[in-house]
């Protein structure tokens, strides 16, 4: 039992640390009205393990808190990719609806952070679009396209303990 703690804690800790890479990497496409993060693609790691949904959660948080971001930004984005990374673990059972819910979650949460906290003069619904947009490349294609590579070594790579 407390090998499977231990090893649930590991993987939330390395995820969160690549989300947070990725992040920072990318970050001059990964915040604004028109963004693609990049690190979005791990929300598809549900997928594989339940240690993901806290992973990306607390990279999401401390990506947005490091980055300099709007504490409302810290708080409404990171709660946006808590509830997306729920509904992908909770539609694991379909690859294809994986990349659905946080795709879903940003495009309607984060416009609304980005009017609210940094002021976006950007419609609301165009930031919708352009934000989604950026959520289905980075989700529904390069997640997409690191689930399937993920899948065929998935007892390896996910291996949970006996």
Not at 19 to 27: G, M, N, Q
Not at 70 to 78: E, K
Not at 108 to 117: E, G, N, R
Not at 119 to 140: D, F, K, N, Q, R
Request: hydrophobic residues 55%.
């Amino acid at each position: 039992m407390k090998e499977n703690k231990t090893l649930f804690i590991t993987q939330s800790a390395i995820i969160a640390a690549i989300y947070v890479a990725l992040v920072y990497i990318f970050s001059p496409i990964s915040f604004g009205p028109v963004q693609i993060r990049i690190a979005e693609i791990l929300t598809v790691l549900p997928f594989f393990t339940p240690a993901a949904i806290p992973g990306v959660t607390i990279g999401c948080f401390l990506s947005n808190l490091l980055m300099g971001a709007d504490p409302l930004d810290v708080v409404f984005g990171t709660l946006a990719t808590l509830v997306g990374a729920i509904g992908s673990y909770k539609l694991r059972h379909n690859k294809f609806l994986v990349p659905i819910p946080p795709i879903m979650a940003n495009a309607i949460v984060v416009p609304w952070v980005l009017k609210i906290a940094y002021a976006e003069a950007t419609p609301i619904p165009l930031m919708m679009l352009t934000v989604g947009l950026g959520e289905v490349v980075s989700i529904g294609i390069l997640g997409m396209i690191l689930l399937f590579a993920l899948e065929k070594n998935k007892n390896y790579i996910f291996k949970t303990s006996n």
